[in-house]
């Protein structure tokens, strides 16, 4: 039995070893490739020495790479895509993956306020694009340094540090955060091309029940 378990792990590395990255990159699309996926929403997680990459999707990346789905993420960093973003390089090739891809991923987290991917899923919605919202634990909204709106209202130091007009400013920061989240599935729950999920299991199995669809030339969602 041990001897078969390491020859199932040797193989199960190998293959892992092998296994090419599907990320689809901006210059990749100006040269005609076209990703099936686009995965977006949080990206840049504010902290006291600035901000950093946002490692949430990088398990699904992984998951994508081995289901081989093309995507495009437009989180651009040195780590991932050798440089950070070019607005004139990637700004019009981020529009067109959401726009054309055929299954669109925003992760929502609760440590950004996500309030513009919030507009792109609006628009998904509008254009009748099949989307999937992935609350990774961000049902809530909890700014590093802030936390919770209960957190932040208790917290009375940092009231008294950085004074009434800032601590008003940044509540109704921490309200519009949360009010996001609960409205817009509230909005957009009778859309049937608009999926809500809070875990990267019901993200994957659902991606999963969508395998065929998306490898297929299908003109419209069924």
Not at 6 to 31: G, P
Not at 51 to 77: C, K, V
Not at 115 to 126: L, Q, R, T, V
Request: net charge negative; aromatic share 10%.
């Amino acid at each position: 039995m041990r001897k078969i378990r390491v020859i199932f792990d040797y193989f199960q590395e190998k293959r892992m070893a092998t296994l090419q990255s599907r990320l689809v990159t901006s210059e990749m699309m100006q040269a005609g490739q076209r990703p099936t996926l686009f995965t977006g929403g949080a990206c840049n997680i504010q902290t006291a020495e600035g901000p950093i990459r946002n490692p949430g999707r990088d398990p699904l990346a992984a998951w994508l790479d081995e289901m081989g789905l093309f995507y495009f993420d437009p989180q651009i960093h040195p780590t991932t895509h050798g440089r950070d973003y070019v607005w004139e390089i990637d700004g019009p090739r981020e529009k067109q993956a959401r726009e054309e891809a055929r299954l669109r991923v925003y992760e929502i987290t609760p440590t950004t306020i996500a309030a513009i991917s919030m507009m792109e899923i609006m628009d998904d919605a509008c254009h009748g694009r099949v989307t999937i919202v992935w609350f990774n634990e961000g049902r809530t909204f909890a700014p590093l340094g802030l936390g919770t709106r209960d957190e932040f209202q208790n917290n009375a130091t940092l009231r008294q540090q950085i004074g009434e007009t800032a601590y008003s400013h940044l509540l109704a920061y921490i309200n519009a955060g949360r009010q996001l989240r609960g409205e817009i599935a509230t909005l957009l729950a009778d859309y049937p091309h608009i999926t809500f999920v809070d875990s990267l299991d019901e993200l994957k199995a659902h991606i999963f029940s969508l395998r065929h669809w998306l490898k297929t030339d299908q003109p419209s969602y069924k």
